[in-house]
Every structure is written in structure tokens, then in C-alpha cells.
């Protein structure tokens, strides 16, 4: 038995868009496998599917030479497969001890034997050199590296044979780091199989025996760690056809309307400058947690600001809350429509109306001037293609594409200058996102500035006129117009240079 | 699904579940008044319907402050006690303070300190709500119990009696009990029909109504989209506290009387109203006409179990069960327009 687990021909797909494409990936027994690949590139549905959190569409999976149905989360627990989420699934307010056995409490018997359930958990935190860690302590006095050794631990109470982690490190600091990878490594000499997801290639160097790469849904290769280096990873991870999807503007692109200056905020946001002028895209492109989204929040008032500039048309401004933001002409598009963009179960006009109510409004009693606003809805609707028959339907009625359209419309109302995008065509379909990519375009046209936060890099590159690169909470470096490439947008988010 | 799709025709242009889906608290209102004039020959005369309307009518001003604060996806526990410490205040000055011997403007600064009363007591809840950000429920229920509290301290557990000979007391009395001199509708339902309309108006044609609905509906949208989230939570506490107090005047008025246990579990029927006329406890999803139909639907209910001379007990067992046909019946055709 060469490998412990294979998965072949994987294939997925979320209502008409490719997750994952035939995918074969295979681990062997004790080796720590990294799974890499740019934001969306399948390796978290990879792990869903393999923890039966969801199912594949087609494809097999094969463990320890058995061909094994996971259909749910308890069909992988019985054949030894752990995967481990960047949230932990811990009832914090429970001990450690409570934790570790929390699926199987009472440890095979009919009621709970406390005194066996702690030695049991004291047993496995000795095993992996942790025995400092109280069992009987609150998992939420814990720091971050601890909550995830205790995680581990749960999943070692079970016999587990594959251990995956994604993004084990993404909140520790280096000390914690180096404590989980000798765990990490004691795991690997008992014989688990380890796939390690990352965007940290650093550490994958440092832990890693093999690396396999993942790009757009498709398995491209698996390498030695011994046999590669930083370069060529990334050219397995770039690679792509650019066609003239992206509509073609002639927008003269004029004086800078809005600066930060060293902008600080948590660590999420660390000494960020940039400029932007009127009629130009400047996109924002990072590795998710880069601090991007975090960075824009700050602009627009809703997170606090440490330290930090800034001006619009040469003018300070201080933002304080949304309110401001949209009064100084800054508007954001949030990248999660349900929960921040979009009042679902109001209708469309309510909705395109939100942000700029004021201006349908008058008298003692602030009364809304429903024809107006009807109006101005309807001509929203027909300038953004927003495709409904009747706008006082509700607006989760409509595709996610239109539900982005009117996201699009509501952030216009309050006609801002600058718009910060946020994921502009996240979960929409290929049709709508060339219809978004007009309404930027038409925007541009009427002088505003546009920054586009985005994962793809094809849209980072078929859009922008600049590119800022984040990396952990700083810009890593700016790319102009005809510096932008994969290569190069990878490299400065993976900080390879 | 394709069996419905001849029906609509029949009624315009509308899809037949949409209108019945919008429009079931008027059909089961109907229903029960064809039921209980067919089971009651008592039910359908002027005097027991105006008797509906006066006993029901400080339900439905309650039900307009219930309504804007479940609209905003929270709960007021409170309005039951705050009717209570409205009622007594009122009794108390009226007869330990004298004022009841003014004419009118006796039970104008009577009505006014009320009011200044229950506005108090619900921006004390608004507050802690909105700006606090502590649960509803724990809020209102607290001080729900310190309002009782505050009632046995006024009225040292004793009920007030308010005095026939007091001019300005009488006024108030002829006001909550009787009806104009012509038809005699009762006038405690002109002036909930009045602020029904208002509230109505205010809800569907202003800045305020239309931000109260889109906080309850989602609520972290309407802070990106640059509103004051805060402020649309916390003054629908206080809308509810001024019907409250208005509630407390009017069934003191209309009994006469203020007991330490006034309004005690009024917030319940009255909730109850609100959601048999389709109000969402989650907040996003309500009308104030509705609420106020919802709120007859339950009245109509008591009084043909009344009318029929049915017990305390099977009565409050039926309600109970209506209440939960009302919300199973609005969720279920809710998921279903939702999977269309």
C-alpha cells in the first residue's frame, strides 16, 4: 500500500460555477503533503469533500487501499480523517478535557467518569509533549496555538490516520508556529498523513515532504519539497488564457482625488499609502487575510484608526462611521452581499433607495416621495441591466449576478466619487460579470475613482490600471498597467521576491 | 403548481397565494365573523361589537408600539407594567393630587405626566437596547418586574378609585366608556383608529418607518449603507412605552379604578396580535393596519368564547392554539413563496 489516501477524479460545482475539475490528489502514509493554490483555486472544497461536509459531484475516494463512501462528517470521523478549518470548532466554554471527548463523552460507557475522561485527555496532550495544558481549564483561557493543539487532540481521540489543516497558521504568532510544527512533526513520525494548506510558502519549505498544486479547480502536479524551489511553485501556479473578456474603455485618466496616508489600523493595516486619480482602476490584490478587505473598512469609518491620512481632493477628511464616509463621496461595496450588501427580504427599490433616502425625503416628517423614488429606481434598474420584471419584488428573488447589480446601484445612490469594490463579481455569473465590468466602466466615464479589491487575478488584470499588492496587512508593492502578470501579482503576494 | 395558475385570472392580475398570503388576516377575520353570527345570535348587534371596540381599542394603541418594536426584531415585555404605573399615576393625581378637580386641564396634566411617564420608562429600555447592547428580552423583562415593583410602592397594594364628583375625572370616564351621541361609536375606538392611520402613514411614507423596517431586516446592511442604526433601534422602546401610558389612561377611564395589577400580561395578547396580523419576530416584516386586524381577530375570538359562556380555562387554551395556527400558518406559506 503506496498511499494512505487518493482522490481521483474529483469534480464540483456550486449552481453552474467549476470548484474543482477532476482532481486526483494522493497522500502516503507519514508525510506532511502541502496543498497550494491562489484564492479559489479548490483546495478548501477539496477538504470539505474529503471531511463529507459536501459531496462531489463524481469521483472517488480511496483510503488505505479501500475504495470509502463519506457522504457526511461522520462517515470520514469512522475512517480516521480529521480536517481542521481555520475556525475552530471548540465549545469554549467547555475544559479542555470536555473538548477533546466532546462526540464521545461518557468515553464508551452510560454516564460521564470524569476521572477517566481527564486522565484519557492528559494521556493524548502527553503524547504530543503538551502535558502543561490543564485539562480542566476553560478552552477559552487559551491563546490561539493552544485552541488548535486542543483541536488536534479532538481529533486524535478518535484513532485518526489524516490530519488536514487549513491554514493551521494564519493566527499565531512564530513562537506558536514553531510549537505546532513539532507536534505537526511527532504526528508525522507516528505514522498520520498531514496535508498542510497554506499561502505562506516559507513555512512549506520548512515542514513540508511534497507539495501539490491546485490552480482554477484543476489538479496541476505534485513535486518533492527537496526537488523545487519558490519560482517554480509559482510558475505551476500561473498560466492562464487572457481573452478580451474584459469590455476595452477610453477614459483619460485625471488628477489624484483621493489619498491615505500611512494608514494604520490593528494589525490588519499596517503604514498603507496609495493614491488614486479620477477615471482610473486601482486594484487591490492580496492572499486572503492580506488585510485588503480590513483596510478598506478602516477608509470607509467602520473600523478605528490608529494613525493615518486621509484626503479627498486635496482636502483631510476624518471618517468616523459610514455616515461620513458617504457624506465625503466614499462609498463601499461590501463582499458579503447577504449579510452586509443587501436587505434580502426588502424589495429592490427599497434597496437601490437605502443609502440615499434623503434625497426622496422633505418636510417636518422626513415623508418619502414614493413616485420619485419609484423613478429613480426604475431608472437604475434599466442603466445596470438589472433584470426583473417588477421592482417591489423582494430582491431575494433575483440571481446573484442582479442581487450584485443592485448592491452596485445602492453603493451609487449617494453619487460618490470614490467607490471602494469589494469582490465586485464574487459568486456571479459569466454574463452579469461583464455587465459589472460596464457599470465600472461607466463610471469611470462620469470621473470617478474606482479600488477594486479582487482574488482574480485574470479580473485584476484585465481591469486595472494599477495594482496594489498586500501582504500581510502592508502594500508589498505597486504594479502599473504593463508591469501587471501572474507571476509577478503571485510573487508579491506570496512575498517571493 | 400548475393547477393554481388558471385561478388568478379570477382575481385580476394577482397570483392567487400572494393574495392570500397578504391578505389571510382579513380572510380569517371574515371567517370568524360568519362563524360567530351563525353560533351566536348575541354576536352580531351593535352593542356587543361597540363593547368589542371599547374593551379592545387600548389593545390595538399597544399594539402600534408592539409593532414598531418587533419590526426592529426586538420585544417589549414591559408595556403591561408600564400600563400599570400610567394607570395608578394617573388615579393618584387625580385624587391624592387634587388635580381632578380642574376642569380639563387637570386631566390634560394628568394625560401629559402619563405620557412623560411611559416615554421615560421606554427610553430607559431603548437605551440599554440600542446603545447598551443588551437583549431585549433580558431588558424589558426587568423592567417589566421593577415596574410592578413601582406599582405596589404607589399604591401601597391598594386600588385607586377615581371619584365620580371630580370634573375632570368624569371627562375622562365619559371619554374611555362611551360613544359619540349619535351612533354612539365608542370614542376609545375613534382615537385608536386615528393613530392607527397615522402610524400606518408613518411607516409606509416616511424616512422613519422605512429605516425601522430595514434595521429589523438586516440590520449590519443598513449600518454599511451610512444609516444611524442606533437611533432606528432605540425610539420604537419609546413609541411603545407612549402607548402604554396612553393604554393605562384609557383603562382607568374606562374602569374607573387603578389596581396594582393593571395590565399585568396585556404584552402578551398584544404580541400575539401583532403576529396573527403577519409581524415577524425576527424583525423586517409587519403592518400596522394588521396588526391592528390581528388584534380584533383575537378580541373576536375571546368574545364568542364568551358569548358561548365557555370557561376561563378551555378559552385560554384555544387562543393559545390559534396563536400557534397563525404562526405556523404565516411561516409555512412564507417557505413556500420562498422556494418558488
Known sequence: MENRLEMKGITKSFGGVHALTSVNFSVRPGEIHALIGENGAGKSTLMRILSGACNSDCGEIVINGRPASIKSPMDSVKLGVAVIYQEYALATDLTVAENIFLDNITTGGKIVNWKRLERKAQELLAKLNFSDIDVNAKVSDFSMAYQQVVEICKGLSKDISILALDEPTALLSNKEVDKLFELLITLKDRGVSIIYISHRLEEIFQISDRISVLKDGCFVGTVDTADTDKQSLVGMMVGRNLNDYYPKREVKIGDVIFEVNNLNSGKETKNVSFNIRSGEILGLYGLVGSGRTETALAIFGLRSISSGEIFLEGKKVEIKNPKEAFRHGIGYLSEDRKHTGLLLDMSIKHNITLS???????????????????????????????????????????????????????????????????EPTRGVDVGSKREIYHIMNMLLERGCAILMISSEMEEIIGMCDRVLVMHEGTINGELDKSEINETRLISLAMEVD | MKSYKKIPKLIGNMEMREWILKNRVIIVLVFLVIVSTIMSPHFLTITNLFNILRQYSLYILMAIGMLFVLLTGGIDLSQGSIVGICGLTLAITQTSWGWGEQNGLGLLMSILLCVAVGMTFGAFNGLLIAYGNMLPFIVTLATSTVGRGICYLLSNSRPVRLMKTNNSSKLLMHIASKGDPVLGFPYGATVAIVFVLIFAWILKYTKYGRMTIATGSNSSAVRFAGIDVKKYTFYPYVLSGVFAALAGIILTGRTANATVDAGTGYEFDVIAGCIIGGASLNGGRGSVLYSAIGMLTLALITNILNLLSLGAAPQQIIKGIIILVAVFMSDSLKKKNATE
Not at chain 1, 418619502?368 to 433584470?387: F, S
Open chain 1, 356 to 422: 440615499a433616502i434623503d434625497k426622496f425625503t422633505s418636510g417636518l416628517f422626513s415623508s418619502i416621495n414614493l413616485k420619485e423614488e419609484n423613478n429613480y429606481a426604475l431608472g437604475e434598474v434599466e442603466k445596470l441591466a438589472i433584470h426583473t420584471n417588477n421592482i417591489n419584488n423582494l430582491t431575494s428573488s433575483l440571481s446573484g449576478g442582479n442581487q450584485q447589480k443592485v448592491a452596485i446601484a445602492k453603493v451609487l445612490a449617494p453619487k460618490c466619487k470614490v467607490i471602494i469594490m469589494d
